[in-house]
């Protein structure tokens, strides 16, 4: 599994939480990325949600959060204000490259009616995307658009 499939992962426990938004920060800074997933869906605690098998969901769920634990020690979950942040971070070097994943994460958003902001920062320079300016250059439900953000996001690689 990729670092970027745990992007993946927690925007799509997002949406399965129920949530109406997510706000997903990834900042690049010295050697490190750092990842943190907002969202203000339902949350239900109580449980250490990084145990192996830990899932409301279902049988044969619950492993992400684990694996993401393993591969990240730092990360953290936490639920303030109505909203759940995840964070993470790991090693810049483990970077695989945000143009595979993000173009799945708007659409996904898309598919979900769920509006999705992402903040990346790299070198020093800010860039935000929201699907609400995705959805304003063509339809985010084709495989075209996926091509079309693929080459919106090659830079960030």
Same mark, same amino acid.
């Given at each position: 599994?990729?670092?970027?499939?745990?992007?993946?992962?927690?925007?799509? %426990?997002? @949406?399965?939480?129920?949530?109406?938004?997510?706000?997903?920060?990834?900042? /690049?800074?010295? +050697?490190?990325?750092?990842? $943190? @997933?907002? +969202?203000?869906?339902?949350?239900?605690?109580?449980?250490?949600?990084?145990?192996?098998?830990?899932?409301?969901?279902?049988?044969?769920?619950?492993?992400?959060? =684990?694996?993401?634990?393993?591969?990240?020690?730092?990360?953290?979950?936490? $639920?303030?204000?109505?909203?759940?942040?995840?964070?993470? #971070?790991?090693?810049?070097?483990?970077?695989?490259?945000?143009?595979?994943?993000?173009?799945?994460?708007? #659409?996904?958003?898309?598919?979900?009616?769920?509006?999705? =902001?992402? %903040?990346?920062?790299?070198?020093? @320079?800010?860039?935000?995307?929201?699907?609400?300016?995705?959805?304003?250059?063509?339809?985010?439900? $084709?495989?075209?658009?996926?091509? $079309?953000?693929?080459?919106?996001? /090659?830079?960030?690689?």
């Amino acid at each position: 599994m990729d670092v970027e499939d745990f992007l993946f992962e927690g925007v799509k %426990n997002s @949406i399965e939480a129920g949530c109406g938004s997510i706000v997903l920060s990834y900042r /690049e800074e010295d +050697d490190e990325v750092h990842v $943190r @997933i907002t +969202d203000d869906g339902k949350y239900e605690g109580g449980r250490d949600v990084f145990a192996s098998g830990c899932s409301t969901k279902g049988d044969n769920r619950g492993r992400g959060l =684990s694996l993401l634990k393993s591969v990240c020690p730092d990360a953290a979950l936490e $639920r303030k204000d109505g909203c759940t942040f995840l964070s993470y #971070s790991y090693p810049l070097k483990l970077k695989t490259g945000l143009s595979s994943v993000l173009p799945f994460l708007f #659409s996904m958003c898309f598919a979900s009616s769920v509006s999705l =902001s992402v %903040n990346i920062v790299r070198d020093g @320079i800010s860039s935000t995307f929201t699907s609400r300016e995705m959805a304003q250059k063509g339809p985010l439900d $084709r495989s075209g658009s996926i091509i $079309r953000m693929k080459r919106d996001f /090659e830079f960030f690689d």
